[in-house]
């Protein structure tokens, strides 16, 4: 089992800086891919970036691309996410998510690829 828990969130206004981390911790883990998903109000999950074992995948949604910045460190189960140019629009809950199945999936960008979670943490963007 992975426990994983998010910090950083925080009321921000647009155009400013967040910078989001999780830290997994548990017995004999091992977590292949970590990411982050977000949920705004009424709104479906959504993906927001994720990273690979190595870091040499990092995917991003289009909605994100050159704001955001995906990074881990292995060596102490951390994952951060860099937030610039923040935008009323990122207003939303925050998740963490990680896996252990070893490799990549090409279903990651879907909730349903992942099966370790976060309790969220939010993330408020004023105009």
């Known amino acids: 089992q992975v426990h994983l828990v998010e910090s950083g969130g925080g009321l921000v206004q647009a155009g400013g800086s967040l910078r989001l981390s999780c830290a997994a911790s548990?017995?004999?883990?091992?977590?292949?891919?970590m990411g982050w998903f977000r949920q705004a109000p009424g709104k479906e999950r959504e993906f927001v970036a994720a990273?690979?074992?190595?870091?040499?995948?990092?995917p991003y949604a289009d909605s994100v691309k050159g704001r955001f910045t995906i990074s881990r460190d292995k060596s102490k189960n951390t994952m951060t996410l860099q937030m610039n140019s923040l935008e009323p629009e990122d207003t939303a809950v925050y998740y963490c998510?990680?896996?252990?199945?070893?490799?990549?999936?090409?279903?990651?960008?879907?909730?349903?690829?992942?099966?370790?979670w976060g309790q969220g943490t939010q993330v408020t963007v004023s105009s």
């Open positions: 548990g017995r004999d883990f091992i977590v292949y891919r």
């Open positions: 998510a990680a896996d252990s199945t070893p490799g990549w999936s090409p279903i990651a960008t879907m909730p349903r690829a992942w099966n370790y």
């Open positions: 990273i690979s074992w190595s870091g040499s995948i990092t």
